[in-house]
């Protein structure tokens, strides 16, 4: 993969969009203004092109070697592979150093904590390829619908510019070969979204969103920095493999290092081991908006449209599953983290998803929806089964990236209204949006054979295996999702048609241009509701959606390709060398869902078929039934509803409320450092302040003193304090 | 006769000067008509030339009275600039009393 010319020329990858940033940003007010989108478009697209180019050439790389030696087996369940053996797995992988940015110290003491090093280098294997595929191509078509729906707003050249920008900080996260460039690519995502959240800036709720989400982010980013910094001083590096990459049997990375045997290493490394999967995924858990960090997810749905599309929905906070994938070796060890992991997981999902329930904002039904579809990817890497977490992260990007979108079509037409208490039967008005946006819900719900069901599934199966309770949590959660989609859905789009008429005292003047007056039209007289613009990116997603799950499942090819990075191959080997030997035969670790197929004997292959298609079954089941519920409640009898939250209305207004654990966190956390705040800034003013005021006036005073004492206007008085400071002097030299 | 007056050193001569010096600054210090203060600036002049003196006659060369001449010649200058200042300063006030200007205090 070394020889690639794409790898060869990554630096590419990340500079074309921060080129065009920069363009967009330094020319976009004056001169590019409302063709500001070209820069971002362009640059954009030719990372998207060079990403699946290279997702080709690497599938084309892959090998099919023969399954290594293995015991022969028994009968017994045990997928095989004796702790003793060594790695015969074939990976590919690709590192490209494009300059060493950070190197402090003596070079003698490389490998050690006397020397840091940090290259700005990116590291390849089909994990890389995969995530910058998702990025680039989602992103693309992103910025395709954004030049469409935000046409018009002034600050256009502001909004590609953070855009662009934003691409170049995610390439540098996703790409990068150690984990300073992933810190990098966090924090600078971590801004482009405050940036982005606060674009409308004058809306005071918008200004303290953003300063919500940064400061969330930036708790779990203390952790993770805390994190970093311990791994360095525990093992000498931060890179994942090492300057030459990853070379089998090698321990030159961080990742490597973490992976080898306990026995072999000092007592302060195996304690590091022990705290910094807990540091790492409290970064997760603030990048990826999981409980109790998740509080800035819905609020950040005062960005634009796009913005929780790429960001909050398909990018940005999928780092958090990227960065536990990438470190599988750092976290699989630790059974406690993993189990932290997976229980945090689920019960975010299950949480989120319950406030969905009662939410009737379009776009924070869809928040709380990513928090809990986050949810199932934690779960999915929590209980050992890394290639179901990162599957439905690929497939969750299409399908809420489509759904959101479409929530943007929506608003536009609906002159800025979300509230679906205010709109109805939407499908006469709006046709070609009602389909994208069925698919996009169908999809959510996990209805066969969208694609959300195959990687849902593959989550629900993986987690019952490794403890029946998460099971059925994530199977609940799995209904609450199937009930609160259909429920926006039959709510907006099917019913008796009610439109808002006068727009939103937010929404912003696009329709200025169109010359004619807003308030006494109906919105159906409005202009075209689906430009070509917004309509194309939605079709594409709406296309991944429906087959994008199907494919990667079918034949394990996901699988099959994750299977070849390095951190899968390192994860698993770990795992099973961890777990396998304490297990019994049912709780074995599942080479499958680390994408080492190879590893699996016959009767495993059999016992797995038939638990799927059990799964399946359940599945869907429990998707019809949440779907039937909500048609029942929300479009065949609508005030049933209503007379069923009436009943429950503690619990209604629970959900509705969020749990209050906005207030919570107001009252616990941010009065308390409001408090503290003040007293030091009384502390400031009075104390710090008076000691200066106290310094300046001294001389003042002893300034005084003297014109009262020695300046009299007597002349006789002048010439005695002369005389009397010469014998002072006098006295001083000569004594 | 002669046997006291060998008598006389280095000493009582600089213990004149010096006496002449500290009466001309108790003087100036106690004085509140401007002549008269001006009298004894000039009398601290001649303790210090009496000084001179003595220290040439002791070194057994001339330097000391060289020095002298150059002290006198700065005190009549010096006489004629503090009278003119004092005129002009009576002009003024109508008073010698030194008192009489202790408005220009802080």
Known sequence: MQDLWIVQHSYLIPLLPLIAACIAGFFGARILKGQSHWPIWLGVGAIAVLSVALLFQTVGLLGHGAPPVRNSDSGTHAPVASATEHSDAKTVSAVYRAFTWIAAGDPKNAGTNEYFEVAAGFFFDPLTVTMLCVVCGIGFFITVFAAGYMKGESGYWRFFAYLGLFIFSMTCLVMGDNLIMLYLGWEGVGLCSYLLIGYYYEKPAAREAAKKAFLVNRIGDFGFGIGIMLAFAAFGTVSYFGADGYTPGAANGLLELAALPKMGMTEFQIQVLNWLPFLLMLGAFGKSAQFPLYVWLPDAMEGPTPVSALIHAATMVTAGVYMIARCGTLFVGNEAAMITVAFVGAFTALFAGSIALRQFDLKKVFAYSTVSQLGFMFVGVGVLAPVTGVFHLVTHAFFKALLFLSSGVVMHAMLGHLDMRKMSGLKAVMPKTRWLMLIGCLALAGVVPFAGFWSKDEIVASAWHASPLLGIVMLVTAFVTAYYTFRLYFRVFEGPKVVPDEPHPDHHGHGDDHGHDHHSHDAHHHHNHEPALMMIPLIVLAIGAVIAGLALWQGHRLGHFLGQSPSFVGAFELARDTYNAKADGAHMVNPVVFGQQEYRSESVVKAEHTSHYIFMAVSTLIALSGIGLAYSLHLKDRPKADRLALLLTGVARAMENKYWVDELYQAVIVEPLRRVGEIFFTLDKYFVDGLVWLAGFVPQLGGFVLKLTLQRGYVQGYALSMALGIAIILLVVFL | ?106
């Open chain 2, 1 to 106: 006769m002669t046997s006291t007056l060998n008598q006389i050193t280095l000493q009582h001569y600089l213990a004149v000067g010096g006496i002449m010096f500290v009466i001309g600054m108790i003087g100036f210090m106690t004085r509140r008509n401007l002549i008269l203060m001006f009298l004894c600036t000039e009398l601290m002049f001649q303790g210090v030339v009496i000084n001179l003196v003595a220290f040439g006659a002791y070194h057994g060369n001339f330097a000391g009275q060289a020095f002298t001449i150059f002290v006198l010649v700065i005190a009549a200058a010096e006489a004629s600039l503090a009278l003119g200042l004092i005129v002009l300063l009576f002009r003024h006030k109508a008073t010698l009393d030194a008192d009489a200007w202790r408005e220009l205090k802080g």
